[in-house]
């Protein structure tokens, strides 16, 4: 089975400040990683994923994510943020498997202070 | 990537009443999920549906209360039963179109009163 936790329920940031979400997984198989956006009152937009390969990974709106397999942690990071980066996200993974179900961690809130 | 439209978008109902979400997908996907995020809360999987057999459900909820129709491969409904107020959450639908990625509908937003 897989699992994901999100250390922060809440982060809050000034605006133009760098922010990291942090996200940490345990899977007995392989996965794939995700991060998904929820902008207040929408639905889910995915930001970015890491299949396989470099273990950076850029995504939209200047969103990048590590994978670390060591510490079995994909954290996400943006050097500058914006009010409109105001959301939840969600780190979430999908076993190596076209069938299978996306596992979603419990969201962090981030807050952009102006 | 698909596009999908999730309707109602909101709804106020009674409880003891049902309510049916309807999904469409612009193209024909293989797999589909419907999730139940509550107040607050992170995503949480209800089933799993292939067109053409029964959904197969997580533990903790089951076909009576959530019942659930896949008669194509670019339509599918979750219909709630007998509401409560503790059905009060947000319904999303997803698809996986075969690939590594899901797409998710704009989900629906339901008030038991």
């Known amino acids: 089975a897989q699992s994901v936790t999100q250390l922060d329920s809440q982060v809050p940031v000034f605006e133009e400040a760098p922010v990291e979400l942090r996200c940490n997984y345990s899977?007995?198989?392989?996965?794939?990683l995700f991060w998904y956006v929820q902008y207040p009152n929408q639905g889910l937009q995915l930001l970015l994923k890491?299949?396989?390969?470099?273990?950076l990974v850029k995504g939209i709106n200047g969103f990048e994510a590590e994978f670390n397999k060591s510490q079995t942690s994909f954290h996400l990071r943006k050097p500058s943020v914006h009010i409109s980066d105001t959301a939840e996200y969600f780190c979430?993974?999908?076993?190596?498997?076209?069938?299978?179900?996306?596992?979603f961690g419990s969201g962090t809130r981030l807050s952009i202070r102006p | 990537s698909a596009v999908i439209s999730q309707k109602p978008s909101r709804d106020i109902c009674q409880r003891g009443t049902s309510l049916t979400i309807q999904c469409q997908v612009d193209?024909?996907?293989?797999?589909m999920f419907w999730y139940r995020q509550q107040p607050g809360q992170s995503l949480t999987l209800i089933a799993t549906?292939?067109?053409?057999?029964?959904?197969?459900?997580e533990s903790g909820f089951v076909i009576d209360k959530f019942p659930i129709s896949r008669p194509n491969l670019t339509f599918s409904t979750l219909t709630v039963s007998n509401m409560s107020p503790e059905d009060s959450s947000i319904y999303l639908c997803?698809?996986?179109?075969?690939?590594?990625?899901?797409?998710f509908g704009q989900g629906t937003r339901l008030t038991v009163v």
């Open positions: 890491y299949l396989s390969g470099s273990t």
């Open positions: 549906a292939n067109q053409g057999s029964e959904a197969t459900y």
């Open positions: 997803s698809f996986d179109s075969g690939d590594t990625e899901a797409f």
């Open positions: 193209s024909q996907v293989t797999m």
């Open positions: 899977s007995s198989v392989s996965v794939y």
């Open positions: 979430a993974v999908k076993r190596y498997s076209s069938a299978s179900k996306i596992i």
